[in-house]
């Protein structure tokens, strides 16, 4: 997993509430066994017309966000499948983080094994984000994950929580099952316990 | 010892290895796979050179991308890319050795549904699945929710999932439902009171008397639809009604094992005092029966309701639901059941099951649905289906102008050739009324299977009890 450490980018407001995983990559999008590729259709019916052809006023077709690295989102971003396609479409355009006020649970989760950093930040912070967003490619914001903050192109800086072993993780690039597999003496241990406790299992 | 949650009891039961920040691998008793979440997981195990860790605990179904039409045994009736995917789970279940209900098996069917339809899914067990409605098997006391690709080849190569645990939330319907009122207007209405972020960060515990006298298929339907609420998972402790459903199930235990399963099981309730981190509670005799009116299953309304106005909503659903009007074609202040329909879907996850086709038969015998209508069911399992022609159901349903379908996700998610049109409005018995979610552009109003049946014969948005 490519490892994140700081990041410094435009951020593209999507004010948006309740922006789910179908919005994020349409299921004709799913058909795919790879995990790559998936960037061309991120927001696919949001950013295209039938035809193909773009739909400008959408954020990420505007000439200041086609580059975007960052996002700030409108509540509850992220909800509905547990396909990693969205984050694997969000990875493969180029954004490495979202804020919000909230995340769905699996998408959440999805994003951190992908290399993208979602921020969770009360709504006055995301106010005072979502405003430095929406002026455009002049305003750079910067993501430092060691340090736990995220400051706006006016300098003004906030504080995140992220939790501690998600953290180490984006910061090294850490593959997961890599990690569980050093605990295999744990697992087997539980296994032969359970298997004696619950044997129907 | 302190008083514990269920969610309490089955979580310490699980857990593998704490680390000191409370990070836990959680192990998995059950994992379920379907074709278009677990081709990248299974890749990558063999890029890795690692084995499935407990193949006798992997169950694997396709389901999404299948046809549902008769002649489905003729490769030309999928796409390319939707053979491809199927192909590949075929091959990996193979390879693998895990358990495979192949499309040709008279057991194949919507994962959610094969699972405790064979036994698989059984109280205090944790399932997971690459699948947000894994929520479903919840209302068996099993804590049970959806992962995403990667997590799936976690589970497959060690048999655990990294987790922190989440709060407890307790969901109580106190009383008795109303006639017309179902186990699917419970979980919707739940979530137009939490909202669907409501729920995120716990598990949920729903309990009550209206779920008490829910069957388990009812339980099903509100357990599966916990997801839409933001929930983790939904659970319900374990009762009478759940072992019976389980017992001589090819996968429950049996003899003896099964009288220890069963004493077990008689342990998992939340204790006396134990406490919850929040608690909703809605009394069974308000529920009505209720529809979508928007983009978001938190959009739901009693279907004697009208259209709300943007504006009576604050911050930033103001504009989502100005949105959602738009995108549905309708007006502020329309009466729900002014609004005309052009198909119905009877089927998914959510109301696939034996008592979902048997409710909506029971508003359709001996009627036919409107001219033009387009119908059908599409039931949850090939057993589902067998059983629902034995009970003559499908006949009820042929006769009122239905299509008789092969079981699998179907027009809940379009995956497959059954897809709305442009513009195409649908009463459907599915979880989702996203955009685009049934196809493109869409339009998906959320309904129990009776007033989807009730729908088919009007052809508008129906009061299911006025058909009664």
Known sequence: MEKFEKLTGIAAPMPLVNIDTDMIIPKVFLKSIQRTGFGKNLFDEMRFNRDGTEIEDFVLNKPQ???????????????????????????DFGIKCIVSTSFADIFFNNSFKNGILPIVMPQDVVDVLMQDAEKGENARMTVDLEAQTITTSDGESFEFDVDPFKKHCLLNGLDDIGLTMEKVESIDAFEQSASSARPWV | MSPKTLYDKIWDAHV??????????????????????????????????????????????????????????????????????????????????????????????????????????????????????????????????????????HVLATQTLIQKKSKNMKVEITGKLKPGVTAKDITLAVIGETGTAGGTGYVIEYCGEAIRDLSMEGRMT????????????????????????????????????????????????????????????????????????????????????????????????????????????????????????DTVFIGSCTNGRIEDLRAAAEILKGKKIKDGMRAMVVPGSGLVRAQAEEEGLADVFKDAGFEWRMAGCSMCLAMNPDQLSEGERCAATSNRNFEGRQGFKGRTHLVSPGMAAAAALTGKLTDVRELM
């Open chain 2, 16 to 153: 593998a290895h704490e680390a000191e920040d409370g990070t836990c691998l959680l192990y998995i008793d059950r994992h379920l796979v379907h074709e278009v979440t677990s081709p990248q997981a299974f890749e990558g195990l063999r890029m890795a050179g690692r084995a499935v860790r407990a193949p006798e605990k992997t169950i694997a179904v396709p389901d999404h991308n299948v046809p549902t039409t008769t002649d489905r045994a003729n490769p030309a009736t999928m796409t390319e890319e939707s053979r491809i995917q199927v192909e590949a789970l075929d091959k990996n279940a193979k390879e693998f050795g895990i358990h495979y209900y192949p499309v040709s098996d008279v057991r194949q069917g919507i994962v959610h549904i094969v699972g405790p339809e064979q036994g698989w899914t059984l109280p205090g067990m944790t399932v997971v699945c690459g699948d947000s409605h894994t929520a479903t098997h919840g209302a068996f006391g099993a804590l049970a929710h959806g992962i995403g690709t990667s997590e799936v080849e």
């Open chain 1, 65 to 91: 966000y086609r580059s975007a690295e960052i996002l700030i989102a409108g509540d509850n971003f992220g909800c509905g499948s547990s396909r990693e396609h969205a984050p694997w479409a969000i990875a």
């Open chain 2, 222 to 341: 509100v357990c599966n639809m916990a997801i839409e609420g933001g929930a983790r998972a939904g659970l319900i402790a374990p009762d009478e009604k759940t072992f019976a459903y389980c017992k001589g199930r090819p996968h429950a235990p049996k003899g003896a094992e099964w009288e220890a399963a069963e004493a077990y099981w008689q342990t998992l309730f939340t204790d006396e005092g134990a406490e919850f981190d929040k608690t909703v509670t809605l009394k069974g005799e308000d529920i009505q029966p209720v529809v979508t009116w928007g983009t978001s299953p938190e959009d739901v309304l009693p279907i004697t309701g009208v259209v709300p106005a943007p504006e009576s909503f604050e911050g930033g659903k103001v504009e989502a639901a100005r949105r959602s009007i738009e995108y549905m074609g309708l007006e502020a202040g329309q009466k729900l059941t002014d609004i005309e329909i």
